[in-house]
């Protein structure tokens, strides 16, 4: 009878070695947190019908503006549950006044929204260009490139201003505070946990 001799340190760093690639992705997917450190997810609010306001346009009144419809408000969550789902913590979530961007933002049901001016439109004039990109600007050098994400929920003209990008309805455009470069998430790119 023959005997053969076992190695099981040798077994075991093998299994360790083939094995290593999935454990360091599922603590990566576990601590998706800081994967976005630094950053601010610019985005534009979900889909409301239409291009621009109305002539009667009225910051403080819901019914003189262009508004979420059902599908815009589904979009919304979808994205919220999305963004939770690849455990995303955000330092804080900040919309422009317009109801189309505030119920986008409270939709998503991430925590607070704080209503920012720097996030407001400036297509056809209902906030004045300058002092709206200044604000943000100043906002944007305020925020530590240490600290977790900042979401913000505003405008196609705003987020393309910024970041020179132009997404859709619901789309994110991810901004590095500390280089300055931005570039557009994919969700479906998220992962889960």
């Known amino acids: 009878m023959v005997r053969t001799r076992r190695h099981p ?13 999935l454990l360091t992705s599922l603590s990566a997917v576990a601590d998706n947190s800081d994967r976005f450190a630094g950053t601010v997810m610019f985005m534009r609010h979900a889909l409301a019908p239409g291009m621009g306001d109305p002539d009667n346009f009225s910051i403080n ?8 419809d059902d599908t815009g408000r589904a979009q919304a969550r979808v994205i919220g549950t999305k963004l939770a789902a690849a455990n995303i913590k955000f330092s804080a979530i900040y919309s422009s006044y317009w109801c189309r961007c505030l119920e986008t933002a409270q939709l998503l049901d991430l ?13 056809q004039n209902h906030a004045p260009r300058d002092a709206t990109l200044a604000k943000l600007r100043q906002k944007l050098d305020n925020l530590l490139p240490s600290a977790p994400a900042s979401l913000m929920v505003t405008h196609a003209v705003t987020i393309r201003a910024i970041t020179g990008l132009s997404v859709a309805s619901g789309g994110v455009v991810i901004y590095d505070l500390k280089t300055g470069t931005a570039r557009e998430l994919a969700l479906s790119s998220l992962p889960t946990r």
């Open 111 to 123: 925590g607070a929204v704080t209503p920012f001016d720097g996030l407001n439109s400036f297509f």
């Open 61 to 68: 009144d819901c019914n003189t503006q262009r508004n979420l």
């Open 9 to 21: 340190r040798r077994f075991w760093l093998i299994a360790l070695a083939l094995l290593w690639p």
